[in-house]
Nanobody
Framework: QLQLAESGGGLVQPGRSLRLSCAASGFTLDGYAIGWFRQAPGKEREGVSCISSSGGSTNYANSVKGRFTISRDNAKNTVYLQMNDLKPEDTAVYSC????????????????WGQGTQVTVSS
């Protein structure tokens, strides 16, 4: 069974950092582009970042550029999202997803999703 599991969320103060992890089981992440998405209450799901299957290409939403970094360790079958200088508007449930297609911010293009992890930024 193909599964993704996110971890690393929590409650942090503005300006602090968190690192989210997305671990795969039942399949290897090799060959899959991995995207991170977030959804805040009352808002649509938003593409945050994506990394190509090789790790050679990354992209970010304008709202997180310069603050978030996506990376992958295929040997550990895990993708990471380092989030620095967090802001209250980053509060959301963060989910990772896998696609055999190229990176895209369109959620419908992804085939396998994790259950999500809550990130709350508040003083």
């Amino acid at each position: 069974q193909l599964q993704l599991a996110e971890s690393g969320g929590g409650l942090v103060q503005p300006g602090r950092s968190l690192r989210l992890s997305c671990a795969a089981s039942g399949f290897t992440l090799d060959g899959y582009a991995i995207g991170w998405f977030r959804q805040a209450p009352g808002k649509e799901r938003e593409g945050v970042s994506c990394i190509s299957s090789s790790g050679g290409s990354t992209n970010y939403a304008n709202s997180v550029k310069g603050r978030f970094t996506i990376s992958r360790d295929n040997a550990k079958n895990t993708v990471y999202l380092q989030m620095n200088d967090l802001k209250p508007e980053d509060t959301a449930v963060y989910s990772c997803a896998a696609t055999w297609r190229l990176c895209t911010p369109v959620p419908d293009e992804y085939d396998t999703w994790g259950q999500g992890t809550q990130v709350t930024v508040s003083s």
